[in-house]
């Protein structure tokens, strides 16, 4: 995301209708990978508060970078 629209609000809009259209297709769970190492501590804060859990890791691109997987079980 650019510097200038962080902190407006988008990817929780957007988050909120992923939600809402998973629940809708009947889907029990959203999940998602970003990056460790390299660390990213915007995603791992927002995805946090979005109620995201770790559910596994793994070393990819021949170790140069470790990604988490997250869940987050949909509410409906």
Do not use: W
């Not at 995301?1 to 407006?8: C, E, L, N, Q, S």
């Not at 990056?35 to 691109?61: K, M, W, Y």
């Amino acid at each position: 995301m650019a510097p200038r629209a962080r902190g407006r609000g988008y990817a929780g809009l957007l988050y909120a209708d992923l939600f809402d259209r998973a629940g809708q297709a009947g889907h029990d769970i959203v999940v998602c990978e970003f990056n460790r190492d390299p660390p990213n501590l915007a995603s791992d804060a927002f995805h946090a508060a979005q109620g995201f859990a770790e559910v596994g890791q793994a070393t990819i691109h021949e170790g140069s970078k470790t990604v988490r997987y997250l869940a987050r079980a949909i509410e409906r």
